[in-house]
């Protein structure tokens, strides 16, 4: 018999694989923020600063103020234990997670044969990988190129940018880190150890250990759910899945209201996943945090419909730019719109939304939150704009 688990229980298993639910360390480290990536697997990166890149802030969420300094020492440099692929998006990765992809590095290549662009440029990209082979590691616009222009609107990338982007989709360049957010590419054998580079991982076993590392980020979790962290296919998620659970990693469960029209649905636990009775989160989520990144599971879970509205037009916005789900307990409680105003030094509310059935102490607890993100980004004032159902409450509490 197919095990039952309640919503309420999948939900704290679900935030418990994600790292929440365990004691903050006064002062998180080096080891803390390294031990966090391993666990979640990967962070999505993206571009957006309008409070903070999004691949800082999952840490923050989980271990509260942290000197971000010490996780650019973990991406970037000698140092660097995490490297760019792309996996859920462009994403850092624990670097022995590289070799896990090179069934998708063939397949882009595979494409590109096809690919006017590709077959082109075939000597520019030669020419890359002699220049970095001479050179080192650079950054696109340090490279010396006629090609080097960019075209079009001030995003448009120029050819030596779209050819080492390209040579990094292959596997033929990877990254060595950021400088001043500009990705900066090398040789493998530049970054790499070469007991990885010699590392081989057939497709089938890559996407096993890929949805294994996925359930294992999930705790609990559908196929689509596993396939999704990852980006993978469906039926190779299937295939990993059955594979998972002939070993007794995977654990077959049903989920009251996971199925199809509100039905149970069929779901699988990991077997290290931890059955907490109760979740005292209490924090910000990043619009790509894999709790709410997969936005049909952000609602099976918390019943939490979420859109960030960055290219909603202003008119049309509900809850603002840039909103962040706020996180009491096990629930999503609200949404809060956030903006850094680096040059003012103030931390701009721009607009504060309770979800129905909001605790009557959300406010307060959410104040507690700001605070903490106000002094992790040096930022020593909080100006709450009067927009929203939760605006003058919080108002109220950050005056008291």
């Known amino acids: 018999m197919v095990q039952p688990i309640s919503p309420a229980l999948a939900r704290r298993i679900a935030l418990g694989a994600q790292g929440f639910g365990r004691p903050s360390p006064v002062t998180p480290g080096i080891r803390q923020l390294d031990a966090l990536v391993n666990r979640l697997g990967l962070l999505q990166i993206d571009s957006v600063n309008v409070f903070e890149r999004s691949h800082y802030l999952p840490a923050f969420s989980r271990l509260g103020g942290y000197d971000k300094a010490q996780l650019d020492r973990l991406t970037s440099g ?49 020419w890359l990988l002699a220049e970095l082979a001479v050179k080192g590691p650079l950054r696109a616009s340090s490279i010396e190129h006629d090609a080097n222009r960019r075209s079009g609107p001030w995003w448009g990338w120029s050819d030596v940018k779209t050819g080492l982007e390209t040579l990094f989709r292959w596997g033929d360049v990877a990254i060595t880190g950021r400088e001043r957010f500009e990705r900066v590419y090398g040789l493998p054998g530049q970054v790499f150890p070469r007991e990885l580079l010699e590392r081989t991982v057939s497709r089938d076993d890559a996407h096993r250990e890929l949805v294994s590392r996925s359930a294992r980020a999930h705790g609990i979790g559908t196929a689509k759910d596993f396939a999704d962290y990852f980006r993978l296919r469906g039926p190779a998620t299937l295939a990993a899945i059955r594979d998972l659970e002939d070993t007794g990693e995977l654990i077959p469960v049903e989920v009251p209201g996971w199925g199809a029209g509100g039905q149970a649905g069929a779901a699988w636990l990991h077997r290290d996943a931890r059955l907490p009775r109760t979740m005292n989160a209490a924090t910000l989520l990043s619009p790509f945090d894999p709790v709410v990144w997969e936005r049909s599971r952000t609602l099976r879970l918390f019943g939490f419909h979420y859109r960030i509205e960055i290219y909603t037009p202003q008119p049309k916005r509900v809850f603002g730019y840039y909103s962040l789900p706020v996180l009491l307990g096990d629930t999503i409680v609200g949404r809060v719109d956030l903006k850094n105003d680096r040059q003012a030094q103030v931390l701009r509310v721009r607009a504060a939304w309770a979800e129905p059935g909001a605790p009557a102490d959300t406010a307060g607890r959410l104040a507690s939150v700001l605070r903490q993100a106000a002094t992790w980004q040096g930022l020593p004032e909080i100006d709450v704009e009067p927009r929203g159902n939760l605006a003058a409450a919080l108002i109220a509490e950050l005056r008291a």
């Open 78 to 126: 000698r140092e660097a234990r995490f490297t760019e692929y792309w996996a859920h998006e462009a994403s850092f990765l624990p670097i022995d997670t590289w070799p896990l992809f090179g069934w998708r590095m063939r397949d882009y290549r595979d494409r590109s044969a096809t690919e006017a662009w590709a077959q082109g440029n075939r000597q520019l990209l030669n």
